[in-house]
């Protein structure tokens, strides 16, 4: 199956900038929505940011930090974290999700990375 694949993790002091990247290692089709979770030690999974349709949706705690982009003809989506936070390490998930036609109808398929972890230090 196709897998996505991150990149550009790793670790920064407060107040610096690290720029995520997300790629499928195949063709993916029908691309519903792209999104970046994160999860930090002993908390849930979160949404931090998402883009379908052209329209963005940032988690509270990132607004105005954080950006999400995407570059169409690669399927790739990005995540540019400026300003960052201790608050902000974790392990961070790129997700797709894509429309899949059955002769039962239509239903999401849903891609997920094997994360990479980012660290902020204080």
């Known amino acids: 199956q196709v897998q996505l694949m991150e990149s550009g993790g790793g670790l920064v002091q407060a107040g610096g900038s690290l720029r995520l990247s997300c790629a499928p290692s195949?063709?993916?089709?029908?691309?519903?929505?792209m999104a970046w979770y994160r999860q930090a030690p002993g908390k849930q999974r979160e949404l931090v940011a998402i883009t379908s349709g052209g329209t963005l949706g940032y988690a509270d705690a990132v607004n105005g930090r954080f950006t999400i982009s995407r570059d169409n003809a690669r399927n790739t989506v990005y995540l540019q974290m400026n300003s960052l936070k201790p608050e902000d390490t974790a392990v961070y998930y790129c997700?797709?999700?894509?429309?899949?036609?059955?002769?039962?109808?239509?239903?999401?398929?849903?891609?997920w990375g094997k994360g990479t972890l980012v660290t902020v230090s204080s």
């Open positions: 997700n797709i999700k894509t429309i899949a036609t059955s002769m039962v109808g239509a239903h999401d398929m849903d891609y």
């Open positions: 195949g063709s993916i089709f029908r691309i519903k929505t």
